[in-house]
């Protein structure tokens, strides 16, 4: 089983005491502090820690945020350091070991599978671009405030795990298998790695473009080469690839559609005749457990869809005449919270800063925040910034290297080797292969241990995040910004895991921008045309020979950007085509190629609804109520194919022979007619308002909705089983998006290659019927009827009426650590109010993310959104509201443990104090940090 279910100051150690007169109001408070600040609030406990400048105060809100206030950087980092170690170590560890490859030291003995993941990880090397870019960090005057937050930040941490070490601290209940006296110190290094991991889980994509290459190979390979003659079903799926690898989103929702000038009709530029390399079955077979491993080590924490909402609105739509922001960022739904509050305040000097929001546990700093002036959100931009080649290799002779060909000549391939801790005071050996002008090779692994190759083909992989980069100083840039335009600078640093920024600020300026180091692909690279399906693009496996390299990067001013203003009064981000280069389902002939493909617009489509609708007096009320949206747009594009099927069998049960393709199926039907139809007005009555319904305030509106959504769901899920499941069969092979595919065929059956003479396409036809050739109305009704069995059998009765959405539409946020389910998972398993997990409404695609799995045993789903951010930018401020899936803390004893998670379950969020009299109000005394003797 894999596990995914599972420096500078080293002075004396520090020392916590209570204050002796904490009890009394004078004995703890600076006579002279000014009533409303934090000096006058009096002193609860006092630690001295060496290396400080001066004292720290720390007052805690009453969600546990921990507002930080010293008068040096230096000093504010470092207790944030201390403070997130203390609330999160056991998962910061974690999070580290997995980046770095070295799981296997700490969980080997308890899970095997752990080695395997770490000899991927190492492959990856995230670890070894993280030391580069610490190295690089030495070199760079600009990023002084960068090396002494990170170094700051690791004091901190240390001090805590001293604590640890020498028994004045306790490791949390439950975490004692990660966090213990051997815990390594924290470095640099370690919050670079988990900085990179993060980029990873938002833009690595090798395993995505092997899948891509993988489909259409064994398309090639099981249907073209089928006998027409002896197979002639088969055989009518030689272009399936083509129909299912749909690069066009199903929604036309574009984040800036005028960035780039309009397309003027002419023809792709020529490109040279290069086709994409067929890779044999059996090297796919040799990567599979090394991408297994990746996909296992993303899950645990990113989204699988790598998806995020984010949007501005202009002061001229709003009540107050003030900008709005909004950001909920989708990320894998954990116990602890993916996210961590923080407050830092440097009271004066060149350092001076106020910045309150969230950061990843192991990362100083505010990640997404605002401070006095501004306010910024992100997005993942979905950026193609990987490429996967095949290698021809030659061996090497006496010894010599084993080499590449690339551009007529022999490059020697390089060599890696580390050692990979087992767990049991041993070492298993990586040997790694990199190609030194594209990437490490992917290794086989099997039985936890890298298998030498002997094969002369290969694949390696190109990644961005490959190089030394500094994300981190974007957003300590974005912390010091002053205003929208130095926002949009800070963002010109951004490298690896682009993301769409959006930004406002208290002078009413709104803004969007999106960067990344973008490769520029050679023409050699961008081959594929509709016409031209076996050509070249950058989501396949490429040559790497030379013909298909990067030539550059994508310049800044080509990078869509936009500024708010009357005639853009929003801006809108979901992860969805920023400037509409994939909308003619062509991504490769666009003016700057970005990417293949996005998320499907239905989010950026639904938001931008909402905004429409609320006129000219929103207010964060109203970007709070559209975070909550879940109208599955999904449900009106895929329902009117269902009921018009319906009134085809309709007709034919009243005058047999109507439709004589449906005969047999509506004889088989008839007895369950009356129940089908029930299901099918409820359908067609359906608001497509994804209620849970469970609730005990639910109207009978939404209770007829919930039963609505669970009925459609039901209905696609059996839909994408009955459409695909015979040919990913046959193929042995699956990987694409079936929603959007089943979609394409739906609403665009004239551009499908593999149709029937009647002109829809044969994958509706099931293979293991020979005798039978299903009809797309066949698969649709039929699939209904299959579902009502379903859900049946899923809610344990027949009154339909019970059947509400959030009895099976549930999340759980699983403990990260192995074994812990019970006590730290949020809700646990067996809690007697939720044993399902959280009842929750949602479905397809929706705003408030919540993507239910659709294999028709399960519709619960485990990723959504990890915060709910939004904020009003007025003169006098900010004024800010988020939610948590969670808590703080991960101590099961304290009051922090889930106290966000009845928030955020219900779309509530909470006020994040930020003046200084906010941070008063809601602190009842204050943590004294002072400099050790």
């Known amino acids: 089983m894999a596990f995914v279910g599972l420096l500078a100051l080293t002075s004396c150690s520090d020392n916590t005491t209570p204050t002796p007169d904490a009890g009394r109001a004078d004995a703890g408070v600076a006579t002279d502090a000014p009533a409303g600040s934090v000096a006058s609030l009096p002193i609860r406990q006092t630690t001295r820690l060496p290396g400080m400048d001066g004292p720290v105060d720390v007052a805690t809100d009453a969600h546990g945020w921990s507002h930080i206030r010293a008068t040096t950087l230096r000093d504010a980092v470092y207790v944030q350091g201390y403070l997130q170690a203390r609330e999160r170590m056991a998962q910061m560890d974690i999070l580290r070991r997995l980046g770095s490859g070295t799981l296997g030291d700490r969980f080997g003995v308890v899970s095997s599978a752990a080695i395997g993941q770490d000899l991927a990880f190492r492959a990856i090397g995230l670890r070894r671009a993280a030391v580069a870019m610490w190295a690089r ?15 700051a930040f690791s004091a901190g941490v240390n001090q805590y795990l001293r ?9 949390p209940p439950n975490t004692e298998l990660v966090l213990g006296e051997t815990t390594p110190d924290w470095t640099e290094v370690d919050s670079l790695v988990i900085g990179r991991y993060q980029s990873y889980s938002l833009a690595y994509t090798a395993d995505d473009e092997i899948e891509n290459s993988q489909l259409i190979d064994a398309v090639r390979t099981v249907f073209g080469g089928a006998d027409p003659t002896a197979e002639p079903a088969r055989y009518a799926r030689r272009a399936m690839a083509q129909d299912v690898l749909v690069w066009r989103p199903p929604s036309d929702a574009t984040v800036v559609p005028d960035f780039y000038p309009p397309r003027t009709g002419m023809p792709q530029t020529f490109r040279p005749t290069v086709h994409r390399p067929a890779v044999s079955a059996g090297l796919y077979e040799r990567v599979a457990p090394f991408f297994r491993h990746v996909r296992e080590g993303f899950s645990i924490w990113g989204d699988e869809s790598r998806g995020s909402n984010n949007w501005v609105v202009t002061p001229g739509l709003t009540r107050n005449g003030h900008p709005l922001l909004a950001n909920d960022p989708h990320l894998a739904l954990r116990a602890p919270a993916i996210w961590w509050g923080t407050h830092l305040t440097v009271t004066g000097g060149p350092d001076a800063l106020d910045v309150a929001g969230t950061t990843f546990p ?14 910024w959100g992100v997005t993942t931009a979905y950026y193609d910034v990987t490429d996967v080649y095949q290698e021809t290799i030659t061996p090497g002779v006496g010894g010599a290297p084993d080499t590449v060909l690339f551009n007529g000549r022999q ?18 050996e990586a040997r790694l292969e990199v190609v030194p002008h594209h990437g490490p090779i992917v290794p086989e692994i099997a039985n936890g241990r890298i298998v030498r190759r002997t094969s002369n083909r290969a694949l390696s992989i190109r990644w961005t ?6 994300e981190f100083g974007t957003f300590m840039a974005l912390s010091y910004a002053r205003n929208v335009v ?5 963002v010109e640093a951004f490298g690896v895991g682009a993301q769409n920024f959006v930004f406002a600020d208290v002078d009413g300026a709104t803004g969007y921008a999106s960067h990344a180091i973008i490769p520029q692909r050679a023409a050699g690279a961008l081959t594929w045309r509709a016409d031209n399906p076996e050509g070249t693009n950058p989501c396949t496996v490429l040559p790497g020979t030379g013909e298909a390299e990067w030539t550059g990067t994508v310049p800044s001013a080509q990078i869509p950007q936009a500024v708010g203003s009357a005639a853009r009064p929003f801006i809108v981000t979901g992860n969805n085509d920023q400037a509409g280069t994939t909308l003619d389902g062509n991504p490769f002939d666009a003016t700057v190629y970005l990417a293949c493909s996005y998320a499907s617009g239905w989010r950026a489509e639904r938001i931008t609804q909402r905004l429409q609708m609320a006129g000219t007096q929103m207010t964060v009320e109203d970007m709070q109520s559209v975070q909550g949206d879940h109208t599955v747009l999904a449900g009106g594009r895929f329902r009117p194919f269902l009921m018009s099927a319906f009134a085809r069998l309709e007709a034919e049960w009243t005058t047999a022979g109507t439709h004589p393709e449906l005969a047999a199926l509506a004889l088989t039907l008839r007895p369950r007619a009356e129940r089908l139809r029930d299901a099918a007005a409820r359908v067609q009555a359906w608001t497509l308002d994804g209620a849970s319904g469970v609730e005990t305030d639910a109207t009978p509106a939404q209770r007829r909705d919930a039963v609505a959504t669970t009925l459609f769901h039901g209905w696609v899920s059996r839909v994408l089983r009955g459409t695909f499941n015979d040919e990913t069969a046959a193929l042995r092979v699956g990987g694409f998006d079936s929603i959007r595919a089943a979609l394409h065929m739906l609403e665009r059956p004239a551009e499908l290659r593999a149709r029937t003479a009647g002109g829809e396409s044969v994958l509706w036809d099931d293979l293991t019927t020979a005798d039978v050739t299903e009809t797309r109305d066949v698969v649709l009704l039929r699939s209904l009827d299959e579902a009502m069995a379903d859900l049946e059998r899923l809610t344990g009765t027949a009154e339909v009426d019970r059947w509400l959405w959030g009895s ?13 389910e019970s006590t730290l998972s949020i809700p646990p398993n067996g809690d007697a109010m939720f044993p399902r997990g959280f009842p929750r409404p949602g479905g397809i695609d929706v705003v408030d993310a919540s993507g239910p799995g659709l294999g028709g045993s399960n519709y619960s789903f485990g990723s959504g959104a990890s915060q709910r951010f939004t904020v009003e930018l007025s003169p006098t401020g900010p004024r800010a509201f988020n939610a948590l899936p969670g808590g703080q803390s991960i101590d099961t004893g304290s009051a922090h443990f889930r106290d966000e998670a009845e928030l955020w379950r219900t779309n509530r969020a909470h006020a994040v104090p930020f003046r200084e009299a906010e941070v008063v109000a809601e602190a009842g005394g204050r943590w004294r940090f002072e400099p050790a003797p």
Do not use: Y
């Not at 604590?163 to 490791?171: D, K, L, M, Q, S």
């Open 486 to 490: 130095e926002a949009r600078a800070a």
């Open 465 to 470: 995040g490959h190089e030394a980069t500094d």
């Open 137 to 151: 960090l030495q070199t760079q005057p600009a990023a002084s405030r960068t090396r002494v937050a990170l170094t």
């Open 808 to 820: 099976l539409h549930t999340v759980r946020f699983t403990s990260l650590i192995p074994g812990t």
């Open 362 to 375: 192991g990362v100083p700093g505010v990640v997404i925040g605002f401070n006095q002036r501004v306010a």
């Open 411 to 428: 490059v020697p391939i390089e060599i890696i080797t580390e050692q990979v801790p087992d767990g049991a005071g041993g070492n298993v």
């Open 163 to 171: 604590e640890i070490r020498t028994g004045r601290a306790e490791a």
